[in-house]
């Protein structure tokens, strides 16, 4: 069983970047592709981006591309989201899950892990 714990949120202007790191503990990390999703204050939450276990496959959602990125360390357990270009829009919490395959998946129901979350707040 995999644990998960975000960090890296916090306030920042419009079109500045930030890095969010999640940290896994527990045993099984490189087995499972991660995703990283967020929710906005009244809104449903969304996906953002997914790696495969391998780290060789990505995906990512429109309104993030070429924007993030997404990579991991299977050595370290951590699984990274750089956010570059930031816009008020992609204020939210946003949360580090792990999947239970091992293709990269963009549906939440596919993932089995999730984070506690961590703020990201965008001011313009």
């Known amino acids: 069983q995999v644990q998960l714990v975000e960090s890296g949120g916090g306030l920042v202007q419009a079109g500045a970047s930030l890095r969010l790191t999640c940290a896994a503990s527990?045993?099984?990390?490189?087995?499972?592709?991660m995703g990283w999703f967020r929710q906005a204050p009244g809104k449903e939450r969304e996906f953002v981006a997914t790696?495969?276990?391998?780290?060789?496959?990505?995906s990512f959602a429109r309104s993030v591309q070429g924007r993030f990125a997404i990579s991991r360390d299977n050595a370290k357990n951590t699984v990274y989201l750089q956010m570059s270009n930031l816009r008020p829009e992609d204020t939210a919490i946003y949360y580090c899950?792990?999947?239970?395959?091992?293709?990269?998946?963009?549906?939440?129901?596919?993932?089995?892990?999730w984070g506690q979350g961590t703020q990201v707040t965008v001011s313009s």
């Open positions: 790696i495969s276990a391998s780290g060789l496959t990505e």
């Open positions: 527990g045993r099984g990390f490189s087995n499972y592709a």
């Open positions: 899950a792990a999947a239970t395959v091992r293709d990269a998946v963009v549906e939440d129901a596919d993932y089995g892990t």
